[in-house]
């Protein structure tokens, strides 16, 4: 069939459809196959009561995008079809398309095609290049492919009685921080559990709504990020699991609004005794004076650039620096208070996150929020004051080492998928790809990139 262009008949029928004319439009571009139904009305029974007493009460015609069986020529199908309607019961139904794919507006076969693409590593704006098939119905089969691979996962952690002991949870931007999804990981797999919109308190409560919560009977701790308030929802449906704050969101919420702040402010400090040096100068006429003061002009500029360029010395472990970088650093530590103060507060904030014996950890934590609190540096005696109140919760951290941090690994596969599909336009279709993309490869057909 249609071997070129010249000379060609066809006649192909498909169950009571048949097709014998086509055509090719916009310059040979697209190959459009006309169906028509020859369905008989005494051949049809009705859909609703079964009697067969059926006419036609209309025709209609439909466009599916087919697979094309040249290259760079797309290939539709039009299909005109019945509408009957039953004398005895007077109901209407549409005849049914044997060869139509049931979500899509594609053929079957075209269908096929594309989860054969996707499953061999096309990704998919070469498979819509490729088919001419459009972006909404390749994600629709691509999403049906995901959800086939999501329930088999799903049925066999059930059939050899898995439950997840360790959770995390997390919020991840989706457009760029303008809006954002909640994502809850079982840490011992590695798989994404549930995603929902939003960030919010209440979006993270259809967690434990949505999902079956007699699969988290075995649920000893969960992790996240103490800003947040998932705390108090896991209090409310889960009583008796124990809330790990994670100790990276602590860490580097510290290095930010604690070292950085202090950092600052003493830098400032050197930069503003610069200024006045330089406004003593333009009076002071004594070559000596002047000389004195240029010299004391210079030092407290390098002491402004040398504290304005230490942030990663100081928030890096000191074992990562080189010696000329160690030596800087202890040289801003001596001269500067505040900044060895906080910089000692950092080194054993890490060190209490080491510890696995609650007791040990209850009593470092202790003295740590009473040494931070006596300390008379505002952001560190802030940061204790808000922080004291997830006691617990840090506490906890000895008992259960966990982190939210494979959460945050899976961000950057996130980062790609959003690259590899469109479909993050589609909330539903991009959920899907982010547990997808969680659950081992082998239930997976990956796109390219992946
Ligand atoms: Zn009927």
Redesign the pocket.
């Known amino acids: 069939m249609l071997l070129n262009t010249n000379n060609t008949q066809i006649n192909i029928k498909c169950q009571q459809y048949s097709c014998s004319r086509f055509r090719f439009e916009k310059d040979n571009t697209e190959l459009w196959l006309e169906f028509q139904s020859t369905q008989e009305t005494t051949e049809v029974c009705?859909q609703?009561?079964?009697?067969r007493?059926?006419d036609i009460h209309d025709n209609y015609t439909t466009t599916l995008i087919d697979m094309p069986i040249w290259t760079d020529i797309r290939q539709y199908i039009t299909v005109t079809y019945h509408k009957y309607k039953?004398r005895?019961?007077?109901?209407v139904f549409n005849e049914d398309i044997c060869f139509k794919d049931p979500d899509a507006r594609v053929t079957d076969r075209a269908a096929i095609w594309v989860q054969a693409l996707l499953k061999y590593g096309l990704c998919i704006s070469s498979v819509v290049r490729l088919t001419g098939i459009n972006w909404k119905a390749a994600n629709l089969i691509h999403k049906r492919v995901m959800d086939e691979a999501l329930t088999s996962r799903k049925q066999y952690l059930k059939a050899i009685g898995y439950k997840p002991t360790y959770l995390a949870v997390d919020e991840f931007a989706i457009h760029k921080g303008q809006k954002y999804a909640t994502c809850v990981m079982d840490l011992d797999t590695g798989e994404v559990i549930w995603v929902g919109k939003g960030r919010a308190t209440e979006d993270f409560r259809k967690f434990f709504l949505e999902y079956d919560m007699e699969n988290l009977s075995d649920v000893k701790a969960f992790a996240m990020d103490m800003n947040a308030s998932y705390n108090k929802l896991v209090e409310e449906y889960m009583p008796g699991v124990d809330i790990v704050y994670d100790r990276y969101h602590m860490q580097a919420q510290f290095g930010k609004e604690v070292l950085g702040v202090v950092r600052l402010n003493e830098a400032r400090k050197h930069r503003d005794n610069a200024q006045d040096i330089k406004e003593i100068l333009v009076g002071e006429t004594d070559p000596d004076i002047r000389r004195k003061w240029k010299q004391e002009y210079k030092e407290e500029r390098k002491k402004y650039s040398d504290i304005k360029n230490s942030r990663w010395p100081i928030l890096t472990s000191h074992s990562n620096l080189n010696d000329d970088k160690k030596e800087a650093l202890d040289r801003i530590l001596k001269e500067h208070n505040d900044i060895a103060v906080c910089y000692a507060m950092k080194e054993e904030l890490c060190r209490l996150f080491d510890l696995d014996d609650p007791g040990e950890a209850r009593e470092g934590w202790i003295s740590w929020f009473e040494a931070a609190k006596a300390s008379r540096i505002e952001p560190l005696k802030h940061f204790a004051e808000l922080k004291e109140k997830r006691l617990e919760g840090l506490i906890a951290h000895s008992v259960h080492h966990i982190s939210t941090g494979k959460l945050e690994g899976l961000n950057n596969k996130i980062k790609v998928a959003k690259r590899v599909g469109y479909g993050y336009r589609d909330d539903d279709y991009f959920f899907t790809l982010v547990r997808y993309i969680s659950i081992p490869k082998n239930y997976m057909i990956i796109p390219q990139k992946f």
């Not at 005895?88 to 109901?91: E, G, I, L, V």
Request: aromatic fraction near 8%; hydrophobic fraction near 10%; glycine fraction near 8%.
């Open positions: 009705c609703y009561c079964g009697e007493s059926v039953c005895s019961c007077s109901r």
